[in-house]
């Protein structure tokens, strides 16, 4: 079982940043793609941006591209999404996830990803 935990959201004007970050703990080994999904208000689910664990290969909605980066610490066991140039239509709850599958799709589907954090909300005005 993993469980984590994300961190950083909060309110930011249009063209500013934020640094989301999500702690794994727990059966950490069974996991081979993390990802940051996020929804907002009377939207479905998007995966904006996805990482292989163990070759750290990278995905991007092309909604977030050239904007976000995602990034690993893994002897922190921690996955980060850097914002930047943020718009109010990024506005929505982050969500962090964890993947045990041998591969998963692009863009990243929730289906795919059976352990999720509580959510982040990140705010733009």
């Known amino acids: 079982h993993v469980q984590l935990v994300e961190s950083g959201g909060g309110s930011v004007q249009a063209g500013g940043s934020l640094r989301l970050s999500c702690a794994a703990s727990?059966?950490?080994?069974?996991?081979?793609?993390m990802a940051w999904f996020r929804q907002a208000p009377g939207k479905e689910h998007e995966g904006v941006a996805a990482?292989?664990?163990?070759?750290?290969?990278?995905y991007y909605a092309d909604s977030v591209k050239g904007r976000f980066t995602i990034s690993q610490d893994i002897a922190k066991r921690t996955v980060y999404l850097q914002m930047n140039s943020l718009k109010p239509e990024d506005t929505a709850m982050y969500y962090c996830?964890?993947?045990?599958?041998?591969?998963?799709?692009?863009?990243?589907?929730?289906?795919?990803?059976?352990?999720w954090g509580q959510g982040t909300q990140v705010t733009v005005s």
């Open positions: 996830a964890a993947s045990s599958f041998s591969y998963i799709r692009a863009p990243p589907q929730r289906g795919d990803f059976g352990y």
């Open positions: 990482i292989s664990t163990d070759y750290g290969s990278t």
């Open positions: 727990g059966h950490t080994y069974n996991y081979n793609f």
